[in-house]
């Protein structure tokens, strides 16, 4: 071997082979001893507000470094300005195009048929709503299983109904992932661009699950009124990897709860305006509590306590006055009547007996603000039926029952024979009324904000009638007002005009009072009571059930959104004529149906179908 075949045979070990620069990755270019980098970059969405690619251009689901055209179908590119302008001058790109060949392009020309949806969207869109259908009527999931096959076995002429593939694992992520999840993108979007008003409160549910929600309360543009939304709920005692963070339902760790479930969403802090709880010491507390921290960190909050909390503890420390006996007396009667079939057929006969309606007698419940009234009204309603009743379980030997169970009977007996108890009740079901009204209406989801002060202003001044000088109280004499006089006339301020947020939307439309309005409808949306977050509390009651009590928070939480969704943009809709949103298609997709890096999603089962990802215009 020469000295040049050695020379050549060693430059060829030590220079590394030439390397092809790829599109969007990194490329490598020598130049002696230096080499420059190029930076792989990630499509931008100010792309598609750009004149020259807004038309036809769309992010790769699969690809964050990828874009495709919608014009040229499996167009796949880098997301790199400089690609994309290259692709929108191709022959191809311009060829399919609508508008630039010969003849004009119709909607048939893409295979679409006029007015009718892509095959893949249609089907997109049926799973979506029968998804919706499970969510607003809570129906269990799995019944999935066999809703489908049962409708392939009943439409055997449906192209559509035969494509559809929606068992329990897929309507759950439809439900969580494409329903809950768009739906709160949608909203997320109208709080980030209007002032809105918080509400929280905690519960736990039937499976020991401390859960807390958020409801927050906004004038919404699209239904053009106040409305009262669901959020979110969560676990409050949600496990952690961080032993040092352990999980307390303490005022600081709701309060981080409350925040950060708003930052998450890019929701800037500053629209909150308003804050509402009930009077618990962790919320409302003037030390350490959930509200000082709003006010510590959001100067000029307006934080209202729920009012009909605060009448509910009223009339509870009132009813405390009464002797222990009285309310005893109406768990005792419910408790004996409460597991036993026989003794309810056999007080319907005294029920017939005393000429009374076969009503069944209701059970005391603390934490529901009607129940009381309707409890008393009803043990008063059925007294002489339930006295006759106890006196024959008594002193009937027909009754075989055990000493415990006779000596209840005795002592109900007793408190039915005393006159004083039935002197109770009346005055209970003479009293209650009053707060029962009161409650009733500050659990509205209307605007009633605006009464608040003059409507506890009332009920103190019932109250103080019902045991006061009528003419200590109202300082005048009814007989001698005169409705025709101009001068006793009601001011044009209080004039009734309707509902007072429908007044400031119509002012919202005028041009002079734009500002005014806006600022009226923004004071209306602060809280007046907790109520919405109870009916929360009970459609997850609703929902998880004895039968159903495995159901994760997550998968309550993207139930409850997905129901809300199904009222659409103006709340007032249902699962039939609901339409699937722009966002909730786009999340029809593999990866965001199934995300398997979350270990507390679902269940640990394989999705029932293979879905792929879906590509919409």
Same mark, same amino acid.
């Given at each position: 071997?020469?000295?040049?075949?050695?020379?050549?045979?060693?430059?060829?070990?030590?220079?590394?082979?030439?390397?092809?620069?790829?599109?969007?990755?990194?490329?490598?270019?020598?130049?002696?001893?230096?080499?420059?980098?190029?930076?792989?970059?990630?499509?931008?969405?100010?792309?598609?507000?750009?004149?020259?690619?807004?038309?036809?251009?769309?992010?790769?689901?699969?690809?964050?470094?990828?874009?495709?055209?919608?014009?040229?179908?499996?167009?796949?590119?880098?997301?790199?300005?400089?690609?994309?302008?290259?692709?929108?001058?191709?022959?191809?790109?311009?060829?399919?195009?609508?508008?630039?060949?010969?003849?004009?392009?119709?909607?048939?020309?893409?295979?679409?048929?006029?007015?009718?949806?892509?095959?893949?969207?249609?089907?997109?869109?049926? &799973?979506?709503?029968?998804?919706?259908?499970?969510?607003?009527?809570?129906?269990?999931?799995?019944?999935?299983?066999?809703?489908?096959?049962?409708?392939?076995?009943?439409?055997?002429?449906?192209?559509?109904?035969?494509?559809?593939?929606?068992?329990?694992?897929?309507?759950?992520?439809?439900?969580?992932?494409?329903?809950?999840?768009?739906?709160?993108?949608?909203?997320?979007?109208?709080?980030?661009?209007?002032?809105?008003?918080?509400?929280?409160?905690?519960?736990?549910?039937?499976?020991?699950?401390?859960?807390?929600?958020?409801?927050?309360? =906004?004038?919404?543009?699209?239904?053009?009124?106040?409305?009262?939304?669901?959020?979110?709920?969560?676990?409050?005692?949600?496990?952690?990897?961080?032993?040092?963070?352990?999980?307390?339902?303490?005022?600081?760790?709701?309060?981080?709860?409350?925040?950060?479930?708003?930052?998450?969403?890019?929701?800037?802090?500053?629209?909150?305006?308003?804050?509402?709880?009930?009077?618990?010491?962790?919320?409302?507390?003037?030390?350490?509590?959930?509200?000082?921290?709003?006010?510590?960190?959001?100067?000029?909050?307006?934080?209202?306590?729920?009012?009909?909390?605060?009448?509910?503890?009223?009339?509870?420390?009132?009813?405390?006055?009464?002797? &222990?006996?009285?309310?005893?007396?109406?768990?005792?009667?419910?408790?004996?009547?409460?597991?036993?079939?026989?003794?309810?057929?056999?007080?319907?006969?005294?029920?017939?007996?005393?000429?009374?309606?076969?009503?069944?007698?209701?059970?005391?419940?603390?934490?529901?603000?009607? @129940?009381?009234?309707?409890? +008393?009204?009803?043990?008063?309603?059925?007294?002489?039926?339930?006295?006759?009743?106890?006196?024959?379980?008594?002193?009937?030997?027909?009754?075989?029952?055990?000493?415990?169970?006779?000596?209840?009977?005795?002592?109900?007996?007793?408190?039915?024979?005393?006159?004083?108890?039935?002197?109770?009740?009346?005055?209970? +079901?003479?009293?209650?009324?009053?707060?029962?009204?009161?409650?009733?209406?500050?659990? @509205?989801?209307?605007? +009633?904000?605006?009464?608040?002060?003059?409507?506890?202003? &009332?009920?103190?001044?019932?109250?103080?009638?019902? =045991?006061?000088?009528?003419?200590?109280? /109202?300082?005048?004499?009814?007989?001698?007002?005169?409705?025709?006089?101009?001068?006793?006339?009601?001011?044009?301020?209080?004039?009734?005009?309707?509902?007072?947020?429908?007044?400031?939307?119509?002012?919202?439309?005028?041009?002079?009072?734009?500002?005014?309005?806006?600022?009226?409808? @923004?004071?209306?949306?602060?809280?007046?009571?907790?109520?919405?977050?109870?009916?929360?509390?009970?459609?997850?009651?609703?929902?998880?059930?004895?039968?159903?009590?495995?159901?994760?928070?997550?998968?309550?939480?993207?139930?409850?959104?997905?129901?809300?969704?199904?009222?659409?943009?103006?709340?007032?809709?249902?699962?039939?004529?609901?339409?699937?949103?722009?966002?909730?298609?786009?999340? /029809?997709?593999?990866?965001?149906?199934?995300?398997?890096?979350?270990?507390?999603?679902? @269940?640990?089962?394989?999705?029932?179908?293979?879905?792929?990802?879906?590509?919409?215009?």
């Amino acid at each position: 071997m020469s000295d040049s075949d050695k020379d050549s045979e060693s430059s060829a070990n030590l220079t590394p082979p030439r390397k092809l620069p790829k599109k969007g990755g990194w490329t490598r270019k020598k130049e002696g001893n230096t080499s420059s980098h190029h930076r792989q970059q990630n499509f931008r969405q100010q792309w598609l507000k750009d004149p020259a690619f807004k038309d036809w251009l769309l992010p790769d689901t699969k690809d964050v470094t990828k874009a495709k055209c919608v014009y040229c179908p499996g167009s796949s590119m880098v997301a790199e300005i400089s690609n994309l302008k290259v692709h929108a001058s191709t022959k191809k790109h311009i060829g399919n195009k609508p508008g630039t060949s010969g003849k004009t392009q119709t909607l048939t020309s893409f295979g679409f048929q006029k007015g009718v949806v892509p095959p893949n969207k249609e089907k997109a869109r049926a &799973e979506i709503k029968l998804a919706a259908f499970f969510a607003e009527h809570n129906i269990a999931f799995s019944a999935a299983n066999h809703l489908t096959d049962l409708l392939k076995e009943i439409v055997t002429d449906s192209k559509l109904i035969k494509e559809i593939q929606l068992k329990r694992t897929k309507v759950t992520a439809v439900v969580k992932n494409v329903l809950g999840e768009g739906h709160k993108a949608d909203l997320a979007a109208k709080l980030q661009k209007t002032l809105f008003s918080v509400m929280t409160d905690e519960t736990t549910d039937v499976s020991s699950v401390k859960t807390s929600c958020i409801v927050v309360r =906004y004038f919404d543009q699209e239904a053009q009124k106040i409305c009262s939304t669901f959020w979110e709920l969560y676990n409050v005692f949600k496990e952690t990897v961080d032993t040092e963070d352990i999980p307390t339902a303490n005022a600081e760790n709701l309060y981080r709860a409350l925040i950060s479930s708003l930052s998450s969403r890019n929701i800037p802090l500053t629209n909150v305006i308003g804050f509402g709880s009930d009077g618990c010491n962790v919320m409302m507390g003037d030390i350490d509590s959930v509200k000082t921290r709003l006010i510590r960190d959001f100067p000029g909050i307006i934080i209202v306590k729920c009012v009909c909390h605060s009448a509910h503890l009223c009339t509870s420390e009132a009813c405390k006055q009464l002797p &222990e006996g009285v309310e005893q007396l109406a768990r005792d009667i419910y408790n004996f009547f409460r597991y036993s079939d026989k003794r309810q057929f056999d007080f319907r006969n005294f029920q017939s007996f005393a000429a009374v309606e076969p009503h069944k007698i209701l059970k005391p419940s603390q934490t529901r603000w009607l @129940s009381l009234l309707a409890v +008393v009204e009803r043990i008063v309603e059925q007294w002489e039926a339930l006295r006759l009743f106890f006196i024959d379980f008594t002193t009937n030997r027909e009754h075989r029952a055990k000493a415990d169970v006779r000596n209840r009977a005795v002592a109900i007996l007793e408190k039915l024979s005393n006159q004083f108890y039935k002197l109770y009740f009346s005055f209970l +079901v003479w009293s209650l009324p009053i707060f029962n009204k009161f409650n009733l209406e500050f659990q @509205s989801e209307k605007v +009633v904000v605006h009464n608040l002060h003059v409507k506890i202003r &009332e009920l103190y001044t019932e109250i103080l009638l019902r =045991y006061l000088k009528r003419e200590y109280v /109202m300082r005048s004499n009814l007989e001698e007002i005169d409705p025709k006089i101009q001068d006793c006339q009601l001011p044009d301020k209080e004039l009734y005009f309707g509902e007072p947020d429908q007044f400031w939307v119509h002012l919202l439309k005028t041009e002079d009072f734009s500002d005014l309005a806006y600022f009226a409808l @923004s004071t209306l949306s602060l809280p007046h009571a907790n109520a919405d977050c109870e009916r929360v509390f009970s459609k997850v009651n609703l929902l998880k059930t004895k039968l159903r009590n495995k159901l994760i928070v997550e998968t309550v939480n993207g139930t409850l959104l997905a129901a809300e969704a199904t009222k659409g943009p103006k709340r007032d809709g249902n699962c039939i004529n609901f339409e699937p949103t722009k966002e909730m298609y786009s999340r /029809m997709t593999k990866d965001n149906l199934y995300d398997l890096k979350k270990k507390d999603d679902v @269940s640990e089962d394989v999705p029932d179908i293979l879905f792929r990802d879906i590509d919409f215009e």
